[in-house]
Nanobody, 120 residues
Framework: VQLQAFGGGLVQAGGSLRLSCTASGNILSADDMGWYRQAPGNQRELVAQISRGGHRIYADSVKGRFTISRDNAKNTVALQMNSLKFEDIAVYYC???????????????WGQGTLVTVSS
């Protein structure tokens, strides 16, 4: 099972980036999917999370600027980031709660990080 994230990069303040993440492998189903971030010297924090049914949770710092979405059929989750600020600079990680077919198990899976940098 693998979570692969794409879309990080360098953007000017006020600009936009879109992150995407695909879960692949022997997956039976995906429950909550989300994005976390970790800035230098800080702990990893939740940015946004979306349930299989579409219920969304956002960190206060990104409400109104970021939008999380998912495609249940493709086991993908995306994060549209608008009006990016310097304080958004971090490594972003996708996360998914997955049920794996063989052996049948339920667990917390992480993708590799993708760096988002905001410049002036």
């Amino acid at each position: 099972v693998q979570l692969q994230a794409f879309g990080g990069g360098l953007v000017q303040a006020g600009g936009s980036l879109r992150l995407s993440c695909t879960a692949s492998g022997n997956i039976l189903s995906a429950d909550d999917m989300g994005w976390y971030r970790q800035a230098p010297g800080n702990q990893r924090e939740l940015v946004a999370q979306i349930s299989r049914g579409g219920h969304r949770i956002y960190a206060d710092s990104v409400k109104g600027r970021f939008t999380i979405s998912r495609d249940n059929a493709k086991n993908t989750v995306a994060l549209q980031m608008n009006s990016l600020k310097f304080e958004d600079i971090a490594v972003y990680y996708c996360n998914a709660m997955l049920t794996i077919r063989t052996p049948l198990q339920y667990g917390d899976y992480w993708g590799q990080g993708t760096l988002v940098t905001v410049s002036s």
